[in-house]
């Protein structure tokens, strides 16, 4: 156990519609990044977040958006989700984050697919 | 353009001998490499990484090989164990860029 949750773990949803993926980092851990796994891809870097703010972008589509909150967990939201959406969501922390020189602890994963 | 990239999908060893596992990378860039192992329906867990000051990094079974000028990473674990069955995720970083490219990933099976 990484002692990163994400929520929901499964998520089946219709084209065209929004969701929302949910993330709690480590205990103490100011970094959060999101990353898309497609079938037989790797992990394709979203975006990163530190204590609220965005640090850094990946090959993150206009109709995704994602936040942290003071509380430090954060959101993905995926809106008019296309059949190529479908994938998993995995959510990772880290203690720092203005040092790259960090390992990164990831959640299970949300399984989404889109019909 | 995949910048870090594991050509092999798949690879079978026998218990107790050596697996290696390959990254290439193509941005000069990256001074900080990192491998994963992932179970099924689990995250990746981190193993071991590697800055581009150090040519090897050596953690138990597990060793890290840097070749800067080859812009190739391999990973060794000896001896292998069923237990080592997974796939594994090789991911480059460069500093000030708070971003980590992983490649696609191989799926090691070890054989009892």
């Known amino acids: 156990d990484s002692g990163v949750t994400q929520t929901p773990k499964h998520l089946i949803t219709a084209t065209g519609q929004r969701v929302t993926l949910r993330c709690s980092p480590r205990?103490?851990?100011?970094?959060v990044y999101w990353y898309q796994q497609s079938l037989d891809q790797g992990l394709q870097f979203l975006i990163q977040y530190y204590n609220g703010e965005e640090r850094a972008k990946g090959n993150i589509l206009e109709r995704f958006s994602a936040q942290q909150f003071p509380d430090l967990h954060s959101e993905l939201n995926l809106s008019s989700l296309e059949l190529g959406d479908s994938a998993l969501y995995f959510c990772?922390?880290?203690?720092?984050?203005?040092?790259?020189?960090?390992?990164?602890?990831f959640g299970p994963g949300t399984r989404l697919t889109v019909l | 353009d995949q910048q870090v990239k594991q050509n092999s999908p798949s690879l079978s060893v026998q218990e107790g001998r050596i697996s290696i596992l390959n990254c290439d990378y193509t941005n000069s860039m990256f001074d900080y490499f990192l491998w994963y192992k992932k179970y099924p329906a689990e995250g990746p867990t981190f193993l071991i990484s590697i800055s581009s000051i150090k040519d090897k990094n050596e953690d138990g079974r597990f060793t890290v090989f840097l070749n800067k000028s080859a812009k190739h990473l391999s990973l060794h674990i000896v001896p292998s164990q069923p237990g080592d069955s997974a796939v594994y995720f090789c991911?480059?970083?460069?500093?000030?860029?708070?971003?980590?490219?992983f490649g696609t990933g191989t799926r090691l099976k070890v054989l009892a």
């Open positions: 205990s103490g851990d100011l970094s």
């Open positions: 990772a922390s880290s203690p720092r984050g203005l040092a790259v020189y960090n390992e990164q602890f």
């Open positions: 991911a480059a970083s460069s500093s000030g860029t708070y971003k980590y490219i």
